[in-house]
T-cell receptor, first 112, second 114 residues
Framework: GESVGLHLPTLSVQEGDNSIINCAYSNSASDYFIWYKQESGKGPQFIIDIRSNMDKRQGQRVTVLLNKTVKHLSLQIAATQPGDSAVYFCAEKWGSNYKLTFGKGTLLTVNP | NAGVTQTPKFRILKIGQSMTLQCTQD?????MYWYRQDPGMGLKLIYY???????DKGEVPNGYNVSRSTTEDFPLRLELAAPSQTSVYFCASVQGVPSYNEQFFGPGTRLTVL
């Protein structure tokens, strides 16, 4: 599969601010794009996904935006909290058997 | 439910040694996956399984083998350990329809090959 990459490897924000994590993808055939959160020493945890025919999807304090024209994906976290500090991965699903291709990740640090 | 469990948590191997990383899930998921995560990198798929008795190669299968004799267990075997296999290994499972993007991950096994 083609690679999924990230613009910003690290992001530092103040508690209460909004965070935006970006991701560039290259595989136009992907049917879903997904965000995972990985806290230190743990396995990744699913946050939210978006189907390729959608532009926006909202969850609890998170919003994912998809711009297929420029092949760009973003995760917005509202009112960022210290517990949001983690590495965030974008991933894409394409082909069969629910396989995912992961990007390199962005480290989000929330300062109190 | 315990979810996805992995053992051991840590292991140091010498070059040429063999070992099996264990993975068990109690969610009755058919789909299971093994990934490796190198420092500062994303996860790369090693092998996956769509059900008991069925396995297939992922992106980086060389040096590894898997088996799936039951729905619950999906062990990963390293036959001749090499320093390039130093990594953190994650096992994951997914229900399938309708939650096919929500993979549940185990806590990982940190492997060092010296």
């Amino acid at each position: 599969g083609e690679s999924v990459g990230l613009h910003l490897p690290t992001l530092s924000v103040q508690e209460g601010d909004n965070s935006i994590i970006n991701c560039a993808y290259s595989n136009s055939a992907s049917d879903y794009f997904i965000w995972y959160k990985q806290e230190s020493g743990k396995g990744p945890q699913f946050i939210i996904d978006i189907r390729s025919n959608m532009d926006k999807r909202q969850g609890q304090r998170v919003t994912v935006l998809l711009n297929k024209t420029v092949k760009h994906l973003s995760l917005q976290i509202a009112a960022t909290q210290p517990g949001d500090s983690a590495v965030y991965f974008c991933a894409e699903k394409w082909g069969s058997n629910y396989k995912l291709t992961f990007g390199k990740g962005t480290l989000l640090t929330v300062n109190p | 439910n315990a979810g996805v469990t992995q053992t051991p948590k840590f292991r140091i191997l010498k070059i040429g040694q063999s070992m099996t990383l264990q993975c068990t899930q109690d969610m009755n998921h058919n789909y299971m996956y093994w990934y490796r995560q190198d420092p500062g990198m994303g996860l790369k798929l090693i092998y996956y399984s769509v059900g008991a008795g069925i396995t297939d190669k992922g992106e980086v299968p060389n040096g590894y083998n898997v088996s799936r004799s039951t729905t619950e267990d999906f062990p990963l075997r390293l036959e001749l350990a090499a320093p390039s296999q130093t990594s953190v290994y994650f096992c994951a499972s997914v229900q399938g329809v309708p939650s096919y993007n929500e993979q549940f991950f185990g806590p990982g096994t940190r492997l060092t090959v010296l």
